[in-house]
């Protein structure tokens, strides 16, 4: 996929990196299912590993569950109506393209609140990249953080 600025979200996720926009999760668990049904692996389930696999049917539940993991579109797509988003509405209030134009954003409370557990290490990276070196570069040749390869320090 060909890197591109729309795809930064205003609070220094970049979307095109996503699980959720790129799909890979529930493309997999839609696969894996299509695996499962095809080899009618309930029936395994059950008759050959039934104390280990007792709660299957919950496990398939989650994996249906988990093919809808997919953003159909990034957030600067998005209409304002349905999103709860306090750092895009910040942004989009004040005029800036994300929070990298701010000063406060290593302080900023509805940032930190907004993605504390998750993205927020990474997005703090993120957007001081971009303060230092310009969107486009970033774009084109910065380093982008994701809260997957940061370490074991979610939650």
């Not at 989650?62 to 999103?83: A, H, N, Y």
């Not at 409370?109 to 969107?135: C, F, P, R, T, W």
Request: net charge negative.
């Amino acid at each position: 996929m060909k890197e591109r600025k729309e795809l930064l979200a205003y609070c220094g996720v970049y979307c095109g990196d996503c699980l959720g926009y790129t799909g890979v999760i529930a493309d997999a668990a839609k696969n894996f299912m299509v695996v499962l049904e095809e080899y009618k692996f309930d029936r395994s389930a059950k008759c050959i590993f039934p104390e280990q696999l007792k709660d299957y049917d919950k496990f398939y539940e989650m994996l249906g569950f988990m093919t809808g993991l997919k953003c159909p579109m990034v957030c600067r797509e998005r209409e304002d109506s349905g999103i709860d988003c306090k750092v895009r509405k910040c942004c989009i209030d004040r005029g800036f393209y994300a929070c990298y134009e701010c000063d406060d954003l290593e302080i900023c409370d509805k940032l930190k609140s907004q993605l504390d557990g998750l993205h927020y290490d990474a997005s703090v990276k993120n957007l001081k990249a971009i303060k230092e070196m310009g969107l486009e570069a970033w774009i084109t040749k910065g380093k982008r953080h994701c809260y997957w390869s940061e370490g074991d320090d979610c939650l």
